[in-house]
């Protein structure tokens, strides 16, 4: 089990950018594959970014290719979401989360497949 911290939300305009960070503590954060989601109001949870445990594998939703990069420190047990040209629809709150896989390059897609989560970090972009 790890326990899970983002940090770095807030309030942008259109345009602008964020970068938010998820801090974990635990044992073996190298065990992990992490991931980023999202959920806007009404709107059902849904995964933004993945990096696998080598992180040599990487998959984002195609709303944010291009425009958000996620990428892994395993030395300071750190995931990070840097967020670029953001746009009214992205407003969220971001969720970090984490996934024990076997392989070091499988990247789990599905919610479920999480079973640590941090307590979420709000975004709000401006138009």
């Known amino acids: 089990q790890v326990r899970l911290v983002e940090s770095g939300g807030g309030l942008v305009q259109a345009g602008g950018s964020l970068s938010l960070s998820c801090a974990a503590a635990?044992?073996?954060?190298?065990?992990?594959?992490l991931a980023w989601f999202r959920q806007a109001p009404g709107k059902e949870r849904a995964l933004v970014a993945v990096?696998?445990?080598?992180?040599?594998?990487?998959n984002y939703d195609d709303s944010v290719k291009g425009r958000f990069s996620i990428s892994r420190d395993n030395a300071k047990n750190t995931v990070y979401l840097q967020m670029n040209s953001l746009k009214p629809e992205d407003t969220a709150v971001y969720y970090c989360?984490?996934?024990?896989?076997?392989?070091?390059?499988?990247?789990?897609?599905?919610?479920?497949?999480?079973?640590?989560w941090g307590q979420g970090t709000q975004v709000t972009v401006s138009s």
């Open positions: 635990g044992q073996a954060f190298s065990s992990y594959a």
């Open positions: 989360a984490a996934a024990i896989t076997l392989s070091v390059w499988y990247i789990p897609r599905l919610g479920y497949e999480y079973t640590d």
């Open positions: 990096i696998s445990r080598s992180g040599t594998n990487i």
